[in-house]
């Protein structure tokens, strides 16, 4: 009998593990920034990787990193980050979005910005013409 438990303990230990080991944006902090800048960019070479490793694909996004370390994001890897408005791309559209990148970004940005992954080199025009605009940003994490 004593063995039966410890089996059945060990299956609801395995269960528990794989049912809450994800992050949820329902249990994440969130952190909420008002008025901050979001950006488009495109990747120029597929050879190219993002600095979080992966790949590219609609509905990813960089933010700055701290001192001179890419590897560093100002938040972590895998953040879930929604914007106040939807955004349109040429390869999707939405409002929520996952860190996987880091850039050097323009110091007259706002300091939590978001630069939205826009596809590959032909889009430039359309990210471009996306521009900066001000929204607010909840980052979950």
Same mark, same amino acid.
């Given at each position: 009998?004593?063995?039966i ?18 992050v ?10 008002a ?6 960019y &495109?990747?120029? *070479?597929?050879?190219? !990787?993002?600095?979080? =490793?992966?790949?590219?694909y609609?509905? /990813? ?19 879930t &980050?929604?914007? *106040?408005?939807?955004? !349109?791309?040429?390869? =999707? ?5 996952? /860190?996987?990148d ?9 300091p ?10 032909y ?7 996306f =521009? ?6 909840t980052?979950?994490?």
């Amino acid at each position: 009998m004593k063995k039966i438990w410890i089996i059945g303990m060990a299956v609801l230990s395995t269960i528990l593990t794989f049912s809450f080991g994800e992050v949820n944006t329902t249990y994440a902090a969130a952190h909420v920034y008002a008025n901050q800048d979001v950006t488009a960019y &495109v990747r120029y *070479s597929t050879s190219t !990787k993002p600095a979080g =490793g992966g790949d590219y694909y609609w509905g /990813v996004a960089a933010v700055r990193y701290q001192g001179s370390n890419p590897l560093n994001p100002i938040v972590p890897f895998g953040t879930t &980050v929604s914007t *106040s408005l939807p955004i !349109k791309s040429p390869i =999707g559209s939405g409002t929520s979005f996952t /860190v996987i990148d880091t850039g050097a970004m323009k110091p007259a940005l706002s300091p939590n910005n978001l630069d939205i992954y826009w596809g590959e080199w032909y889009n430039q025009d359309s990210a471009l013409s996306f =521009g900066q605009n001000k929204m607010t940003l909840t980052y979950y994490y």
